[in-house]
């Protein structure tokens, strides 16, 4: 199996597939990893799966959890939005976490190294065949061709990506006009506070992420369109006057300053016989909402389990084709809504103007203390209600929750535990909260997936779960089917039409 990219996309990949003991040759063009911040939150869903791995204390120790965000208009501080526990009780991770992308790709090489795999640097995919059986790819590294086949190919190569080109997948889209800027600073003043702070002043747009408590920060602002044309000449004194005068930051030292375009595509494929398109190699979007590296991480997850279970059963080839069916419709509904938001944050019309320094600072403060509201706007930019029901592989529901939505996450009883625990198996196992039906012990021990058993309690009610009902989890925790009635027969049918059998791990 040959991965291309060593970004976070074919890190995870890369550790997913090793857990399955796929054996992995994971190549990057360049001679280290990134050096640079990037992509800052990572979202809870991408901590669930972190989870699974063993992977998220790591983050949450190292990251820096964001207890508000304060709007700004005109130079003065208008609304004080507390974050922490936005999610209480939707998943173990309630709260925005920042962990820069450096780091974060450092632990998850550091984990790829406990495993064995080393990445292979200045390996660089200069092409590639798709043969039928195998892909035949030639890999340039130092000067040298080497040519050698491999069962499948995961382009995990960022938004250039040699292996759509190859493919020849189109990548639709467009890039929107406005120049950007991100700035790592050491700095001073009120937005110092590790806290998030959005100036919502006119046109143009600033936003402050902390990066730590101690007075580290990225800046994230619009450039004035005279500014943005002599882009490549740009530097950070051309564009802090607006941090300075209105959030009065004071800048002590600037350690990365970019300028850059943000782009919306979607590849019009992600997948060809035997080569895969993941992360950005597959969709770029604007960075509102911290969307992008997340949903790369949750292509990785989706691919890793099928493909390795297509390596271990060739009969599972099948499970292959829900891929691109599950991940290239969440890629274009958020391609779709973060176009939207962005360009109600960056629209210079007078009625946008009106909304952003007026209605928003009014209404969110009380808006965000709607439990409903906190709720959906944790459930949206978290990725917990990300669903797959339109998928193939998805059937059945018990009342709310259909075959296709994520495993809710519930306490099994007054001791701390909780239905997630199980999951760290990340295989498939049946779960029933209140009484099996007798028949399910006896598939399981038939067909080697383990059957999980929680004593009914009200809140797995309130989380939507059904009791006596049976879920068929897949090992990413997507209920792949719900039956209220429980029973033996309804599972059985489901593993025989999509020839699931378990996977063997590598613990
Ligand atoms: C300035 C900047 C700021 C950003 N801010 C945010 C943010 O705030 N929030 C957010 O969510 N995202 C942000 N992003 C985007 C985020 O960094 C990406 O979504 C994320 O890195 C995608 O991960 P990936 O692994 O899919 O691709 P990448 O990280 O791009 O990794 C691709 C890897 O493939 C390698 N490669 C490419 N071609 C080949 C080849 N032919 N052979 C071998 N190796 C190859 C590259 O060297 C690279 O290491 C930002 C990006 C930039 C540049």
């Known amino acids: 199996m040959l991965i291309v990219g060593a970004g976070p996309t074919g890190l995870v990949l890369a550790l997913w597939l090793t857990r399955f003991g796929v054996r992995v040759r994971i190549i990057d063009k360049l001679a280290t990893s990134g050096t640079t911040s990037r992509a800052l939150a990572v979202q809870a869903r991408t901590l669930e799966y972190y989870q699974q791995m063993g992977l998220a204390q790591a983050v949450v120790d190292r990251g820096h959890r964001v207890p508000a965000l304060n709007l700004w208009v005109r130079h003065n501080q208008a609304a004080r939005i507390p974050l922490e526990n936005l999610g209480q009780g939707l998943t173990p991770f309630p709260f925005p976490i920042i962990f820069p992308q450096d780091e974060h790709e450092t632990l998850l090489i550091d984990r790829l190294r406990e495993v064995g795999v080393e990445i292979e640097r200045l390996a660089e995919l200069v092409a ?51 120049l950007f800027y991100v700035a790592d600073v050491e700095a001073a003043g009120p937005p110092m506070n590790g806290e998030l702070h959005v100036d919502l002043d006119d046109a143009d747009f600033l936003a402050i992420f902390p990066l730590s408590r101690d007075g580290r920060a990225r800046l994230i602002g619009s450039v004035r369109d005279d500014a943005a044309r002599d882009h490549e000449h740009l530097q ?31 590849a019009q494929q992600f997948r060809k016989g ?49 891929y691109e069916v599950e991940r290239i419709a969440f890629a274009r509904r958020l391609v779709a809504t973060t176009d939207q938001a962005f360009t109600a944050v960056i629209s210079s019309s007078a009625w946008a103007r009106f909304v952003r320094t007026k209605v928003v600072p009014a209404l969110a403060p009380g808006l965000f203390r709607m439990p409903a509201l906190r709720r959906f706007m944790f459930r949206t930019v978290s990725q917990t209600a990300l669903h797959y029901r339109d998928s193939p592989l998805s059937e059945g529901s018990t009342g709310t929750l259909r075959g296709g939505d994520r495993l809710p996450w519930v ?48 809140a797995m009610k309130q989380a939507g779960l059904r009791r006596n009902a049976v879920y068929l ?26 020839k699931i059998k378990p996977a063997t791990e590598n613990q």
Request: neutral net charge; proline residues 3%.
């Open 411 to 458: 306490s099994t009883g007054s001791d701390g535990a909780f239905n997630f625990a199980a999951l760290a198996a990340m295989n498939w196992q049946m779960h029933v909260y209140g009484a099996p039906e007798p028949g399910l012990q006896a598939l399981s021990d038939r067909r080697g997936i383990p059957l999980h058993v929680f004593a009914w309690q009200a």
């Open 236 to 266: 950070f004194d051309d564009v802090r006057g607006r941090a300075v005068q209105n959030l009065q930051v004071e800048i002590r030292r600037v350690n990365w300053f970019s300028t850059y375009r943000v782009h919306h595509r979607v």
């Open 473 to 498: 989890v897949r090992p990413d925790g997507y209920i792949a089917l719900g039956d209220t009635l429980g029973r033996a027969a309804a599972i059985s049918a489901y593993l025989d039409k999509n």
């Open 274 to 322: 035997r080569a895969f398109l993941l992360g950005d190699a597959a969709h770029i979007h604007s960075p509102v909402g911290g969307q992008g590296m997340n949903t790369g991480i949750g292509d990785a997850v989706n691919l890793a389990w099928k493909l390795a279970a297509a390596l271990e059963h060739s009969s599972s080839a099948a499970l292959l084709d829900s």
């Open 128 to 178: 590639f065949e798709d043969l039928g059986g195998e892909i035949r790819a030639t890999v340039r590294k130092g000067g040298v061709l080497d040519t050698g086949a491999y069962a499948y190919l995961a382009g995990c190569d960022g938004a250039r990506s040699r292996v759509r080109e190859v493919l020849g997948s189109g990548f639709p889209g467009g890039t929107y006009d406005h």
